[in-house]
């Protein structure tokens, strides 16, 4: 070690001392038995090792969650065994899970069978409920507001080297024909009531102030449950048959050099806040812009309704590897897809329900009721929003990277406790906003995958959802158990994740008390938390290089959302947030004083919450 850890109090902390590591590259014990072999041939695929051997742990070769959870689908696919997640945290190597894949052949607990089947082309093809639920929010709160949210996910990454204009055409399109989503569109629904018929009207219904909670509720159990809005006409999506974009190109080398990136950047921006046309369509957009003879951007914005963040990796992935085959001239036509989007939507519909749903509802529902139904986290630095700001916040964002140093002490810990980055960050997020707010139950907003079957890995679709993630922080107890507790919930998370968050919010809110209810949930303060890992660089072709740009969207919603990346060169914290409702200074204190609580939990991860310490040293 280069030093000895302290304790906040500058004395020995004989508790942070880490275990002992076995020597890298030593210690490999091969696999005995035909499970452990498939297992490490597994393991080797999704971690991209060349050999893992059988006490090998997963985690400290680099897993996380989301490998887990691609691992564990795998298990699912070759052996016809369903294992939840936490078994690879309890059992971390693989002579450890082989014994409990073993354990459930015996048992006769194979995988029930319930596949994700092909339907034959031509057939309509079902919305899925994050994309019901999507169209059905927009169609009410555009009855409410003048703007509505813009609902976009996107990436953008730089091109360096000579490009191919005609390869890069041919690629975004390659990867269109591959996946039906990309050519959805959203035709307006046809019914007995219109948006255009009934706005005046229920503009009215909302300036009476005692009809405005009944109109609220009213409006989710709709929203909820969408066979109610038949005789609106329900949503619905038409998958064109072909679909060609040409990549536009701005051209910004008339500008100073100086200028030019800067300038591409808020075009970028400007983009991704740009509506897409739901009935006509594209709903996706891709932009290159134009720095240098041999140095462009490349915008790639996809509305959420047919994307997430991990469909954005994969567009990028088979963006590169078409591209590379094409100016190679090795190209040839990639097998079809197993299943498409539409797939995965019927047979949500067709899965989600009766037991099957009342297990995710009784799951989540007591963990709702501890924070309530609307989890209200109101920083006290934050100011109350202007009446007109629903939906048209102006944001920025603040960042801070933490050193190397303290980002390897995390992982560190990490590995001692069990955990993942992601399950110590979101502690210790909680850990404090129980020192700003006081509160003993604590509700974060944040993303779940999603990709619990292996067909949906390399699909381009909207299968993440977000779900609230509740701690209980009663009697100040130690981060360490924090910690542990954290685990049980992002576990139990993951093991109740399918169901989506509207279906859920749907089966709740009708039991709960209208009196409590907000009069916008867009006004609601929340907290958002993700972690994310660094874009790995796509397949370089003939001399192009492609590497991600980090580009953030400016619109901000009613709380602050945190997104931790683990970078080559430390972890940086970014925190996005309204002008209208926070100011700058108390922000970067924020993230000082997260920085500063990170230390003092490395330093002694058993010290109690109000222990630790959360203003830098003189």
């Known amino acids: 070690l280069g030093a000895l850890p302290l304790t906040p109090n500058g004395k020995l902390n004989r508790r942070a001392l880490p275990e002992p590591e076995r020597p890298s590259g030593g210690g490999y014990v091969a696999p005995r038995t035909p499970t452990e072999e498939v297992l490490a041939g597994l393991w080797a695929e999704v971690l991209g090792a060349e050999r893992v051997g059988v006490e090998d742990d997963f985690f400290a070769l680099g897993g996380h969650s989301l490998l887990g959870m691609r691992m564990m689908a795998g298990v699912r696919e070759t052996l016809q065994v369903d294992l939840p997640l936490r078994r690879l945290f309890e059992s971390p190597t693989v002579a450890g899970l082989a014994a409990h894949v073993e354990n459930e052949i015996r048992a006769g607990q194979g995988l029930p069978s319930h596949p994700i089947r092909r339907v034959p082309p031509g057939e309509p093809s079902p919305l899925s409920m994050e994309q019901e639920s999507c169209l059905l929010r927009e169609w009410t709160e555009g009855l409410n507001l003048k703007q509505t949210k813009l609902s976009h996910t996107y990436t953008a990454c730089r091109l360096t080297g000579p490009l191919d204009l005609a390869a890069l055409n041919r690629a975004v399109n390659e990867i269109i024909r591959r996946h039906d989503v990309l050519r959805s569109v959203f035709p307006p629904a046809k019914g007995l009531l219109t948006q255009k018929s009934l706005y005046p009207v229920y503009r009215k219904f909302l300036s009476m102030k005692r009809l405005h909670r009944a109109v609220y509720r009213a409006g989710n159990l709709i929203y909820a449950k969408s066979e109610r809005m038949k005789f609106l006409g329900r949503p619905k999506q038409v998958i064109l048959p072909s679909l060609t974009l040409t990549v536009p190109v701005v051209d910004l080398?008339?500008?100073?050099?100086?200028?030019?990136?800067?300038?591409?950047?808020?075009?970028?921006?400007?983009?991704?806040?740009?509506?897409?046309?739901?009935?006509?369509?594209?709903?996706?957009?891709?932009?290159?812009?134009?720095?240098?003879?041999?140095?462009?951007?490349?915008?790639?914005?996809?509305?959420?309704?047919?994307?997430?963040?991990?469909?954005?990796?994969?567009?990028?992935?088979?963006?590169?590897?078409?591209?590379?085959?094409?100016?190679?001239?090795?190209?040839?036509?990639?097998?079809?897809?197993?299943?498409?989007y539409g797939d995965f939507a019927r047979w949500q519909r067709g899965w989600l329900q009766g037991e099957v749903l009342q297990k995710m509802v009784s799951y989540w529902r007591p963990r709702i009721a501890k924070v309530g139904l609307f989890p209200e986290l109101k920083l006290p630095f934050a100011r109350s929003a202007p009446a007109d700001a629903a939906y048209r916040r102006k944001g920025t964002v603040q960042s801070i990277t933490l050193a190397p140093d303290l980002h390897d002490s995390l992982n560190r810990l990490n590995r001692q406790r069990s955990v993942t980055m992601y399950m110590l960050m979101l502690a210790a997020l909680n850990a404090l906003l129980h020192r700003y707010t006081g509160r003993k139950h604590i509700g974060v907003f944040s993303p779940v995958a999603n990709r619990c079957r292996p067909e949906t890995h390399d699909l381009i679709g909207w299968f993440a959802h977000e779900h609230v993630l509740t701690t209980d922080l009663s009697d100040d107890p130690r981060f360490s158990t924090l910690l542990e507790q954290v685990k049980e919930v992002v576990l139990g998370a993951y093991a109740h994740q399918e169901i989506p968050f509207p279906l859920l919010f749907g089966a709740l809110i009708q039991h709960h008390?209208?009196?409590?209810?907000?009069?916008?949930?867009?006004?609601?303060?929340?907290?958002?938390?993700?972690?994310?890992?660094?874009?790995?660089?796509?397949?370089?072709?003939?001399?192009?290089?492609?590497?991600?740009?980090?580009?953030?969207?400016?619109?901000?919603?009613?709380?602050?959302?945190?997104?931790?990346?683990?970078?080559?060169?430390?972890?940086?914290?970014?925190?996005?947030y309204s002008t209208d409702r926070f100011d700058a200074a108390d922000i970067r204190q924020m993230l000082s004083e997260f920085k500063t609580l990170l230390e003092g939990i490395v330093a002694d991860p058993e010290a109690r919450l109000t222990e630790l310490p959360l203003a830098a040293k003189a």
């Open 513 to 576: 008390k209208s009196s409590e209810m907000p009069s916008s949930i867009s006004e609601v303060p929340y907290v958002f938390f993700d972690l994310r890992a660094q874009p790995r660089k796509a397949p370089q072709s003939s001399g192009l290089r492609m590497s991600p740009v980090e580009n953030v969207n400016n619109a901000a919603g009613a709380g602050v959302e945190i997104v931790a990346v683990e970078r080559a060169d430390g972890l940086k914290l970014n925190v996005k």
């Open 253 to 340: 080398r008339g500008l100073a050099r100086p200028e030019r990136e800067p300038e591409g950047l808020r075009l970028m921006n400007q983009g991704v806040q740009t509506p897409f046309d739901y009935g006509s369509g594209p709903m996706l957009r891709v932009t290159l812009f134009r720095l240098d003879e041999e140095e462009h951007l490349l915008s790639i914005v996809l509305h959420h309704i047919i994307s997430d963040a991990w469909s954005l990796q994969v567009f990028v992935r088979e963006l590169g590897q078409y591209y590379q085959a094409i100016v190679d001239g090795t190209f040839a036509t990639p097998p079809e897809l197993p299943i498409q």
